[in-house]
């Protein structure tokens, strides 16, 4: 039971210093074999973690690798500008249908999304009073 290090190396990965870790790893009955890398960069470490079965990670492994080593600072601009979505709570104030409410208040997801965020069903009728997530950008 537990975990157990098979390998681990100290490489850098695109110019930041990590340490790239191949482990097993008890998961109920069955044992997991996987790759963690902790990388330094720009003051902080980062962790990404894959796993899969123990007897397919060969065929993984270099997706695991290729995954790792693609870590580095974003540089598209496009990327760097995009802003996260709002949620915000609304009181209902008239009935009416979810897409109804998506629509009134231009829900930045779809109407499935908004009501997985609000534990309804996508065709749930909202009552006056109540309280709903909205999501904008």
């Known amino acids: 039971p537990g975990t157990r290090v098979l390998t681990s190396t100290r490489q850098p990965i695109n ?3 990590a340490v790239i870790t191949v482990f097993d790893a008890a998961a109920g009955q069955d044992i997991v074999r996987g790759m963690v890398a902790h990388i330094s960069f720009a003051g902080r470490t980062y962790r990404l973690l894959g796993y899969t079965p123990q007897a397919r990670f060969n065929a993984y492994a270099r997706q695991l690798e290729a995954v790792i ?4 600072p974003v540089t598209d601009p ?28 231009r829900a930045a997801v779809p109407v499935a999304e908004l009501a997985r965020i609000n534990q309804l069903e996508a065709s749930a009728t909202l009552e006056p009073g109540m309280l709903v997530k909205r999501v904008s950008s």
């Open 15 to 17: 110019g930041s210093p």
């Open 69 to 72: 080593s693609s870590f580095g």
């Open 78 to 105: 496009a990327v760097l500008q995009v802003q996260p979505n709002r949620i915000d709570v609304v009181e209902v104030q008239t009935r009416m249908t979810l897409e109804a409410f998506a629509n009134q208040y």
